[in-house]
């Protein structure tokens, strides 16, 4: 058995009082065993995107960089895997909602940078949303999976969350574990269990989703639900951590029994990809298996 | 508002004694007001694939037939669309798992064939499963909608509906309402509201799933759950039906709403199928959306 963690904390304005945050809850989480452990999107700043201030842009840094380098050296001492997003400035003068895996001997791993970027118009809604589009370019690194040491794990970022496909290519590409670092609100409470168990379902793997909790400290008056999430392949859910104050979802996950579950639902062996077509904005019926690359995983 | 049903009603060896139950069924339904019905999985048989028999092939019949004329003029008579999943012999001499759409005039408006074909070894299982891969080949339509004088719809059978990338590709096709009928039992009774909610709510449809119920009498010891639900694009149960008895699911959908959801969630207007290869076998990134042909639907 393998133990996890999702790792939500209250922000802050301050980066500083963040880090400190994220490093004290971390310490606990693997204090109590916790081999991976998730922080939320954007873990080091409050969650900045409801206003478009071009201030905020220097925010931004490296991945890698310094904040991963401090959670890396953190990971290391710890001996645990580390998922750490943050505000990503690329060296072409983009900018990417990205996630980084750091590892347990302390090294950069990989990183997912967030594929859809949301932007909800404020009028339509009764509390702050986030126009992200203004900050974040959509990902251009499709949906890897990381090979840690303790798993083999996949990321999708908040709002990714919506998007059945992109869960799916993660349970192609072989994820055992999906991570979801969220920062999303009460208004959106109701669909939270309800997506991550349906992704643990149809790709039968386990999925940790980790969301900010409460009102940034300085920041808008944004209240983040919490109720970080752990959720087995059966859509059972295992832990779940407050909705209102700083906690760490914690439970024990067997990912030995992934490949017999597989085997029994046949949920991978009886897809018809000649006839998704359209996901990919083909006609159905025009890709055929027999053009098939192989691909990473273990369907 | 529309209305609409999900008919169930427990199965008879007879398949006499089935039609006159759907017939009976679907008359109250229309007279409660239901413009659309849909009647469940192989609705004028009992389950026989829990057994690999030979002669239950005999059962099978063209589509459009005898059994899709009969329901054709009931929906006629009754001025409804109505969906009626058969055991179909194509001319060619394969075999189907299909489900026919039949006017309010009467006519014949299109078919469905079954895409994704469950078999799980029964000696895995507490109760009866069904071999299907022993009668049904995998379907060879893709997932068209159909443009009823009520609503665009589209239609996923059973095990299809395990498959997120079949309610997607309906979702893209334009689908404002997916139809599901199921042959399901009370061992996965625990995926039925999750799997039909997720779907309504990441593609912005309703969903009306129309399971068996009970036993059939005469045939196996199979105890199909009911339930059958009809859920709102915001993953809201509207309705549902008994999980033991004859029953009606019915519930009044508004159309109307769905574009102005579609617009305020984005989930159409920010997906990445340049990123989603994988789903069609292809390498994430080697699709990209300059080489699109249009589709139908409303994104």
């Given at each position: 058995m393998l133990r996890i963690a999702g790792v939500q904390f209250i922000g802050h304005a301050d980066r500083a009082v963040n880090l400190a945050s994220a490093e004290r809850m971390v310490r606990e989480a693997a204090a109590r065993g916790a081999r991976i452990a998730c922080l939320p999107e954007l873990f080091n700043t409050m969650y900045f995107c409801v206003e478009t201030k071009?201030?905020?842009?220097?925010w931004a840094e490296p991945v890698p960089g310094p904040t991963t380098e401090r959670m890396g050296a953190l990971a290391g001492e710890l001996g645990i895997v580390l998922i750490a997003p943050v505000f990503e400035k690329a060296p072409d003068g983009r900018y990417f909602n990205t996630a980084a895996v750091l590892g347990p001997d302390g090294g950069f791993i990989g990183k997912y940078r967030k594929s859809s970027i949301p932007f909800m118009d404020a009028s339509r809604s009764p509390e702050p949303r986030g126009n992200e589009k203004y900050y974040f370019t959509p990902g251009d690194l499709g949906f890897p999976t990381f090979d840690t040491p303790f798993a083999r794990i996949g990321i999708l970022i908040c709002y990714d969350r919506h998007f059945p496909e992109a869960a799916r290519v993660l349970g192609l590409g072989g994820a055992e574990i999906l991570f979801v670092p969220t920062a999303t609100t009460r208004m959106t409470r109701y669909l939270w269990d309800v997506e991550l168990r349906a992704h643990a379902i149809a790709n039968a793997y386990y999925v940790c989703g980790v969301n900010k909790v409460g009102v940034d400290v300085g920041g808008s008056k944004r209240d983040h639900h919490g109720n970080s999430m752990i959720v087995s392949p059966k859509g059972e859910v295992l832990a779940e951590a407050s909705a209102t104050a700083d906690d760490i979802a914690l439970a024990d996950v067997d990912l030995s029994a992934l490949p017999a579950l597989r085997s029994l639902w046949g949920y991978y062996r009886d897809r018809r990809p000649d006839k998704y077509g359209p996901v990919v904005d083909l006609p159905s019926g025009t890709v055929h298996p027999a053009s098939a690359t192989q691909l990473a995983g273990t369907r």
């Amino acid at each position: 058995m393998l133990r996890i963690a999702g790792v939500q904390f209250i922000g802050h304005a301050d980066r500083a009082v963040n880090l400190a945050s994220a490093e004290r809850m971390v310490r606990e989480a693997a204090a109590r065993g916790a081999r991976i452990a998730c922080l939320p999107e954007l873990f080091n700043t409050m969650y900045f995107c409801v206003e478009t201030k071009p201030e905020y842009f220097d925010w931004a840094e490296p991945v890698p960089g310094p904040t991963t380098e401090r959670m890396g050296a953190l990971a290391g001492e710890l001996g645990i895997v580390l998922i750490a997003p943050v505000f990503e400035k690329a060296p072409d003068g983009r900018y990417f909602n990205t996630a980084a895996v750091l590892g347990p001997d302390g090294g950069f791993i990989g990183k997912y940078r967030k594929s859809s970027i949301p932007f909800m118009d404020a009028s339509r809604s009764p509390e702050p949303r986030g126009n992200e589009k203004y900050y974040f370019t959509p990902g251009d690194l499709g949906f890897p999976t990381f090979d840690t040491p303790f798993a083999r794990i996949g990321i999708l970022i908040c709002y990714d969350r919506h998007f059945p496909e992109a869960a799916r290519v993660l349970g192609l590409g072989g994820a055992e574990i999906l991570f979801v670092p969220t920062a999303t609100t009460r208004m959106t409470r109701y669909l939270w269990d309800v997506e991550l168990r349906a992704h643990a379902i149809a790709n039968a793997y386990y999925v940790c989703g980790v969301n900010k909790v409460g009102v940034d400290v300085g920041g808008s008056k944004r209240d983040h639900h919490g109720n970080s999430m752990i959720v087995s392949p059966k859509g059972e859910v295992l832990a779940e951590a407050s909705a209102t104050a700083d906690d760490i979802a914690l439970a024990d996950v067997d990912l030995s029994a992934l490949p017999a579950l597989r085997s029994l639902w046949g949920y991978y062996r009886d897809r018809r990809p000649d006839k998704y077509g359209p996901v990919v904005d083909l006609p159905s019926g025009t890709v055929h298996p027999a053009s098939a690359t192989q691909l990473a995983g273990t369907r």
